[in-house]
DNA sequence: GAAGTCACG
DNA sequence: ACGTACGTGACTTCA
């Protein structure tokens, strides 16, 4: 039995805990017989909805991230010579206290006892003793060593290998980037270090250019390959799978269950790596220079697909790929529990994986007609504008280029009170064009309405245009998993979190993204999260009984430091509220609110004096952060700061306003996340499976929701966004959910 | 490819 | 003394 499995049968069956960990009632019959039926913890919680015994059920749903956070401690423990005492994990740097208290929670009595400190006790059962792993030196990575596979009796015993070590490594080659429409042209396994194969499927063409070398027909090798990709007793292990996930989930694989090692790279090393691609992780971590997509492809002109790529060469690339994925992951996932970040990546980012994945496959629809109606809208006013703009310079010049208007307000027109960057080239940003622009200058508030209508017409209405899947009729964007250091989303091509919303105009962007007929968009969002989380996480009294209350925050900030709430006081206390969260200094507020530095500093005071608990917040964060490089979110997540210790000044305070920031953004996004993830199966679980979770932009998600189920979607969708931190993470401030919903994006707010 | 600008939370 | 609020991605111009 893989030691994978052997660890969790051991720990459920055997007497090291008493029950599935964390889930009251289940016993050590019951639990073995469902990790026999489902192979392992996380599945049998993937599955637990379709548990007939509605005890056994709800108990399963109820308890799923105790279970799951638990479920990282055995294979922690498993993974330790037992018995070992509790306060030698210190010498791991794993702090015995906070585990003692979670293992006292959660009824580890018989585990307990064997980490107690006394080595004496023994393991109650022979088949609790320590787990002898076999230690093999990893064989050097050998690019000649792998296998390609082209007969279905090799694909069998591949398939046996993957069985029998219960893991393998996988990766999709395709002819595309697009995971959304590549066509899959072969498959990369690894079940071992060293031992890797490649299984082309579509290599060659249709033409007379490229023959078609022997391969296994794709349809057939899916087929074989489908019971191991979805077999929950067999761990799938990708870099990036999300990609891989959707282009086998198009050809009928639903894989799981799902590692990934460019997320478990992430959830170690966020801000203290640059890229967390398997390229620069194969050099960092095992010293080797993988080949490159370019070395195998070629680039420019001259790039071919993968497909066309010879097979020798093509299972070099493939089955490289897996077989270092594979040796990463064994890397990460010892280092996960040491390093105390195996909760976020098990509860939060390792489930959202496919969750994401479904997600970017739905996409979402855009009304294309709609798109060029605006363009064309735009591209009449701007035509105007420039002519108006052309008249005030006097001359005609590329609107666009800011060395160029810089040079015409400054110098030609000999605007006064301009400022000049780095490079030593005038500033004509917003701030400096609002700033002519009220000091009379007409030309300024052209230039002001040309950019913006330039940049929708650009970025949006064009752009956006180009986005629609020819296939789909969608629009599917591509989420990072990785691609913000406080945990956060990114999103690409095209960026969907970043839709205009803030002026009228670049709203009406919004209202061509629509619902399928019979459906309507619903929008999600957090009401002042952020604000909510530094209320609890500072613990400042006032501030979390005015969000107990439903109170108006920046209203009571006004009150509070201005004494009187007015548009203007309001509108201070705002600004405010945000620069707290975004680590403050007197300078950055003065600007903001167009006072003195001194001034500034005087309402800094004044808020600390008044909402005691911030100042120690900030001071506990940078104190921590000095010390061990990193930040922490109420979930475990880190975030990385090399900068902490920079002898740049500026770069270490820019450091420190980051640092003071993170925890907060980035408990939010933890929090969103975990909706995210519970989403789904709270739906099904009130038969509302025709509901799609369409994207998600930081503090809101948006859903295509069937006519019909508005009511009962709206109830589910607020009930799980509101208890989303719940029970893993106790909240001193309610989380507040408001809801949309309309025939578009536009209307859904 | 860098710099500048600006769209979002 | 730092013309800095935090976190992103896309587009344009220009070297």
């Not at 975004?582 to 001034?599: C, D, N």
């Amino acid at each position: 039995m893989p030691p994978e499995q052997l660890g969790e049968v051991l720990a459920l069956m055997g007497d090291s805990v008493d029950n599935i960990p964390g889930v009251p009632g289940i016993g050590p019959k019951t639990a073995a017989q469902l990790i026999q039926q489902y192979g392992d913890v996380e599945t049998v919680l993937a599955h637990a909805e379709e548990i007939a015994k509605p005890k056994l059920r709800q108990s399963l749903i109820d308890h799923a991230d105790n279970a799951r956070m638990s479920r990282e401690l055995v294979r922690l423990v498993c993974e330790s010579p037992l018995p070992e005492p509790l306060d030698s994990l210190e010498m791991k740097g794993i702090p015995p206290e906070p585990l003692r208290a979670f293992l006292e929670e959660q009824g580890f009595k018989s585990l307990l006892a064997r980490l107690a400190g006394n080595s004496q006790v023994q393991a109650p059962s022979a088949s609790a003793q320590p787990v002898q792993r076999e230690v093999r030196p990893e064989p050097k990575i050998d690019r000649t060593s792998y296998e390609t596979v082209t007969s279905l009796e090799a694909l069998d015993r591949w398939i046996a290998e993957a069985v029998k070590s219960g893991l393998v490594a996988v990766d999709t080659e395709t002819d595309g980037f697009d995971c959304v429409t590549a066509k899959l042209v072969g498959i990369s396994l690894a079940t071992e270090c060293g031992k890797a194969c490649y299984v082309p499927l579509e290599h060659g063409g249709h033409d007379l250019l490229f023959e078609r070398p022997e391969q296994i027909p794709a349809a057939t090798a899916l087929a074989r390959l489908k019971p191991l990709l979805e077999d929950p007793a067999i761990l799938k292990i990708g870099h990036n799978f999300k990609f891989d996930w959707i282009v086998l989930d198009r050809r009928g694989i639903c894989v799981a269950p799902v590692d990934d090692s460019l997320v478990m790279s992430f959830n170690l090393d966020a801000g203290g790596l640059n890229s967390h691609s398997m390229d620069d992780l194969a050099k960092k971590h095992l010293d080797h220079d993988c080949l490159t997509y370019k070395e195998v492809c070629g680039t420019g002109q001259k790039q071919i697909k993968f497909n066309q790529v010879p097979l020798d060469r093509a299972t070099e690339y493939a089955a490289e790929d897996a077989d270092v994925t594979l040796r990463l992951w064994t890397r990460f996932r010892t280092r996960l529990p040491h390093e105390r970040v195996t909760r976020v990546y098990e509860m939060v980012d390792r489930p959202l994986v496919p969750v994401v994945a479904r997600m970017e496959r739905e996409g979402v629809k855009v009304d294309r007609e709609e798109l060029t109606k605006l363009s064309r809208e735009f591209s009449i006013q701007i035509v105007a504008l420039e002519e108006r703009i052309c008249g005030e310079a006097g001359c005609s010049f590329t609107i666009g280029s800011t060395q160029q208007l810089g040079e015409i307000l400054f110098n030609q027109m000999g605007l006064k009170g301009g400022r000049k960057g780095k490079s030593g080239t005038w500033s004509t940003d917003v701030n400096e064009l609002e700033r002519l622009s009220r000091e009379g200058v007409p030309i300024a508030s052209l230039v002001l309405e040309w950019r913006q209508l330039t940049k929708l017409r650009s970025t949006y209405t064009d752009a956006l245009q180009q986005q629609i899947n020819r296939e789909t009729g969608r629009v599917h964007t591509s989420y990072s998993l990785s691609g913000a250091q406080t945990g956060r989303l990114s999103s690409t091509e095209p960026n969907l979190q970043n839709i205009p919303i803030r002026t009228e105009i670049g709203r009406r962007i919004r209202d061509a993204f629509v619902a399928e007929p019979g459906f309507v968009m619903l929008a999600a969002d957090y009401s002042q999260i952020e604000l909510r989380l530094a209320a609890h996480m500072a613990e400042v009294p006032q501030l979390k009984q005015a969000f107990a209350e439903g109170a108006d925050i920046h209203n009571l900030t006004a009150q509070e430091l201005f004494g009187a709430v007015n548009r203007d006081t309001r509108a201070s206390a705002k600004t405010i509220n945000f620069a707290i969260l975004y680590g403050i200094s007197r300078w950055g507020l003065a600007g903001r609110l167009g006072v003195t530095a001194e001034e500034a500093q005087m309402i800094i005071d004044r808020y600390f004096e008044r909402f005691p608990g911030i100042q120690n917040y900030i001071a506990d964060t940078l104190g921590k952060v000095r010390e061990t490089g990193f930040t922490t979110t109420l979930f475990g997540r880190k975030t990385h700061f090399p900068s902490i210790r920079a002898k740049n000044q500026g770069e270490r305070q820019g450091a420190e306003r980051a640092a003071i920031n993170a925890p907060i953004q980035g408990t939010s996004a933890d929090i969103i996340k975990r909706a995210m993830v519970r989403m789904g199966p709270a739906l099904e679980r009130e038969g509302l499976g025709a509901v799609r979770m369409l994207m998600q932009v930081h503090d809101e998600l948006v859903f295509e929701v069937p006519q019909d189920a508005v009511e009962a979607a709206s109830a589910v969708i607020r009930r799980v966004m509101e208890t989303a931190a719940e029970p893993a993470v106790s909240l001193s401030v309610p989380l507040g959910v408001d809801i949309g919903t309309g025939p578009n994006w536009g209307a859904a707010h």
